[in-house]
């Protein structure tokens, strides 16, 4: 079974609870903001900073639930129990994966 990068039926939800004006500002923010917190996750592993890795895999992890975005959601989720152990193809992973979710969520969230 193949794991939709967003599932239709969370968003969807999402958008009947928040209001699709909401969702869109929400998405904006993320699609601004998601590549920012792969770059701290990079600097935090180059500098030893488990707090901040931690922190931000969360940061990520609970974006990934709120647009229905499991797979990026579970990467996360991994980095966080990892932390800065995880290391640099972990976070390309959950990079190409953001970079999948930011692709589809604008289409998403206009509909």
């Keep these: 079974m193949d794991i939709p990068v967003v599932d239709p ?62 797979r990026l959601a579970g990467l996360a989720g991994r980095l966080e129990w990892q932390g800065v152990a995880a290391g640099g193809p972990a976070i390309d992973a959950l990079a190409a994966e953001l970079a999948a979710t930011l692709a589809v969520l604008p289409g998403l969230a206009r509909q």
């Design 9 to 70: 039926l969370i968003f969807e939800a999402l958008q009947a609870n928040a209001g699709a004006d909401f969702v869109q500002q929400l998405v904006d923010a993320f699609a601004e903001e998601g590549p920012t917190l792969v770059g701290q996750l990079r600097r935090a592993v180059a500098n030893g900073d488990a707090e901040g890795f931690v922190t931000t895999a969360h940061t990520l992890k609970c974006n990934g639930i709120t647009f229905g975005a499991s």
